[in-house]
């Protein structure tokens, strides 16, 4: 192995884009405004209480939404959803026009969540903090809704599919 040296941005993406990951949509009501973001960075951190972990790019209007109004959706997409994947990565746009907007039931809060997706966990913000370019969420889940299917898989900068091989699902206990 060669010496650590100063890594440019290009490179990070480029190495980090070998981890495949699943591809979610994270929505949030700002008063009236439903605003929303894809993303792939998404992770479990708790199951008791349930926790996780997602990060938003800093000063976008979908992460200064969830801050404020302390309280979002993370909509995990299927297996045939990209063009909802590229329509809430285009920043500046209006992600909400033409899509039946629905709202997930959040106690006495409403979040809006992406028709047909794969599952929806809707959350309150735990704590946030910068990180680089970036605000890392962790949110308590507090509703759940998920149906079968195959999520939307991303690496390499390409989206794809995840495939049955076969074994059967393997079950961690720690």
């Not at 790019?57 to 200064?64: E, I, V």
């Not at 735990?126 to 990180?131: M, P, T, Y």
Request: charged share 20%.
């Amino acid at each position: 192995m060669s010496a650590p040296t100063s890594v440019d941005p290009l490179t990070m993406r480029r190495t980090i884009g070998r981890f495949a990951t699943g591809v979610a949509v994270v929505t949030a009501l700002d008063g009236d405004e439903p605003h929303g973001m894809t993303v792939n960075s998404l992770t479990s951190v708790s199951l008791e209480p349930p926790l996780l972990l997602v990060c938003l790019t800093t000063g976008a209007r979908t992460t200064d939404a969830v801050v404020r109004a302390g309280r979002f959706a993370v909509n995990v997409l299927g297996a045939r959803q990209e063009e909802i994947a590229l329509r809430f990565a285009r920043r500046g746009a209006d992600h909400f026009d033409g899509l039946p907007l629905r709202y997930g039931d959040h106690g006495e809060h409403e979040v809006p969540v992406v028709p047909d997706a794969l599952a929806h966990l809707e959350c309150t913000v735990d704590r946030h903090f910068e990180a680089g370019d970036h605000v890392v969420v962790i949110g308590h889940v507090r509703q759940v809704c998920d149906r079968p299917g195959a999520p939307l898989a991303f690496l390499g900068g390409r989206f794809g599919d995840l495939t049955e091989r076969g074994s059967e699902p393997v079950h961690w206990f720690f």
